[in-house]
Nanobody, 119 residues
Framework: QVQLVESGGGLVQAGGSLKLSCTASGRTFNTNIMGWFRQGPGKEREFVARIKWIGGTPYYAHSVQGRFTISRDHAKNIIYLQMNGLKPEDTAVYYC????????????WGQGTQVTVSS
């Protein structure tokens, strides 16, 4: 099993920045891809960004490309999401997720952290 805990959410004005963290514990050696997702009010959960623990190129949703940056600290088992130029439409609960080696879908999810962007 893998446990994921998000932190860093909060209230920010439009144009501001926040940095989210996701700390992974447990059988993290069995995971390969880490992702960030979000679910806004009245919306379905959507993909934001993903990164591999080792190698590879980060991948972003078009809506956040150029504003958000996903990064990793493999030694500490932490994934970050730096969010700049925040917009009210970025308001959502942000979730961290982990995919097992060889998997095709995310197996583990965190509880989420709320990000609210005021206009």
């Amino acid at each position: 099993q893998v446990q994921l805990v998000e932190s860093g959410g909060g209230l920010v004005q439009a144009g501001g920045s926040l940095k989210l963290s996701c700390t992974a514990s447990g059988r993290t050696f069995n995971t390969n891809i880490m992702g960030w997702f979000r679910q806004g009010p009245g919306k379905e959960r959507e993909f934001v960004a993903r990164i591999k623990w080792i190698g590879g190129t980060p991948y972003y949703a078009h809506s956040v490309q150029g504003r958000f940056t996903i990064s990793r600290d493999h030694a500490k088992n932490i994934i970050y999401l730096q969010m700049n130029g925040l917009k009210p439409e970025d308001t959502a609960v942000y979730y961290c997720a982990a995919m097992e080696n060889g998997g095709s879908s995310y197996n583990y999810w965190g509880q989420g952290t709320q990000v609210t962007v005021s206009s």
